[in-house]
Nanobody, 118 residues
Framework: QVQLVESGGGLVQAGGSLRLACAAS????????MGWFRRAPGKEREFVAR????????YYADSVKGRFFIFRDNVKNTVYLQMNSLKPEDTAVYYC???????????WGQGAQVTVSS
């Protein structure tokens, strides 16, 4: 069983930056995908970004491309989401997840609130 714990959320003004961290309690398979999702008030959960543990290859939603960056630290078993040029529409609870494929995430964190004020 793997537990994922997010940290780094908070309140920031539009145009600012935040970095989220997702620490895994145990090493997941090197082939696992680590993803970030978010759920804004009144909206469905949406994909934000993902990275593969073994290769570091990443993929982003169009809405965050060029502003958000996902990267991992294999030694610390931690995945980060660097969020720059934040917009009010980025306000959401952000969740990290892990799984064997982009279509199958089996472990989820508890979520971290990110609020961007205008």
């Amino acid at each position: 069983q793997v537990q994922l714990v997010e940290s780094g959320g908070g309140l920031v003004q539009a145009g600012g930056s935040l970095r989220l961290a997702c620490a895994a309690s145990a090493r997941t398979s090197s082939t696992y995908i680590m993803g970030w999702f978010r759920r804004a008030p009144g909206k469905e959960r949406e994909f934000v970004a993902r990275v593969t543990w073994s290769t570091g290859m990443s993929y982003y939603a169009d809405s965050v491309k060029g502003r958000f960056f996902i990267f991992r630290d294999n030694v610390k078993n931690t995945v980060y989401l660097q969020m720059n040029s934040l917009k009010p529409e980025d306000t959401a609870v952000y969740y990290c997840a892990a799984g064997p494929s982009p279509a199958q995430y089996v472990y989820w964190g508890q979520g971290a609130q990110v609020t961007v004020s205008s």
